[in-house]
C-alpha cells in the first residue's frame, strides 16, 4: 500500500479540520495505507515566517513530502482562501515537491460560500508544485462537524457519504482496497 502524508493547515489546537483529516486517516490506514500526519501549527514560527530552509524542523517536513507518495492537505477556509499558515508551508517546499504524487485537497468552511476556494485557490497552487493528480476535493461546513465531549467526532451523514467516496477514490488511486469497510468508517 501507499505511504500517505496528511498535511493540516489549520492555525487552531482545536481545530475542525485537522479532527477531520485524523479520522480519514484512520480510515486510509485501515485500508492498508501508511498515514504520516503533519500539523502545520507546530513547525517553528519563525521558520515558517521566516523562510528558514534549514531549519531542522522544516527539513523534515521537506523530507516527508518526498517520501509521500499521496498527500492529503486539509485547510479551513478563511475570507474565500487556504489558511496562511498552509501557504507559509507550502511557500519554503520546492517547487517540484508534489512531482509524481496523487493529492487529495479537503477545506472546511462556516458558509458555502467558500466551498470554491479548493478549486480556485489551493488547486492552482498544488498543481504549480507539480501533482501528478489532484483528486476533486471535498468541502465541508464547519456546522456538519461534530466534537462530542468525549473527543468522538460526528460528521452529518451527506457531509459523510462525500468523505467516504472521495477518500475511497484517493485510496484507490493509491492502490489501496476500498470495498472492505463500511461507508460509516
Given at each position: ?69 499521496g ?10 482562501a ?21 493529492v ?59 468523505l467516504?467516496?472521495?477518500t ?18
Amino acid at each position: 500500500m501507499a505511504t500517505i502524508l496528511s498535511v493540516s493547515g489549520s492555525p487552531s489546537a482545536t481545530s475542525r479540520t485537522e479532527r477531520l483529516l485524523r479520522h480519514l486517516d484512520h480510515r486510509l490506514t485501515a485500508q492498508g495505507h501508511k498515514v504520516t500526519a503533519l500539523d502545520v501549527r507546530t513547525l517553528p514560527a519563525d521558520a515558517l515566517l521566516g523562510a528558514d530552509f534549514r531549519d531542522p524542523a522544516i527539513v523534515e517536513a521537506t523530507a516527508l513530502f518526498e517520501r509521500a507518495e499521496g498527500v492529503v492537505i486539509g485547510t479551513p477556509v478563511y475570507k474565500a482562501a487556504y489558511s496562511g499558515l498552509l501557504k507559509s508551508l507550502l511557500d519554503l517546499l520546492p517547487q517540484h515537491a508534489l512531482d509524481g504524487k496523487i493529492v487529495l485537497p479537503l477545506a472546511t468552511g462556516g458558509t458555502t460560500a467558500h466551498v470554491l476556494a479548493i478549486d480556485y485557490a489551493l488547486r492552482p497552487v498544488l498543481s504549480s508544485m507539480g501533482a501528478v493528480h489532484i483528486l476533486p476535493g471535498w468541502f465541508t461546513l464547519d456546522k456538519d462537524i461534530t466534537v462530542d465531549d468525549d473527543g468522538t467526532l460526528s460528521v452529518a451523514p451527506d457531509a459523510a457519504e462525500g468523505l467516504v467516496q472521495v477518500t475511497d477514490r484517493f485510496s484507490a488511486a493509491l492502490g489501496g482496497r476500498t470495498t472492505l469497510l463500511a461507508a460509516a468508517g
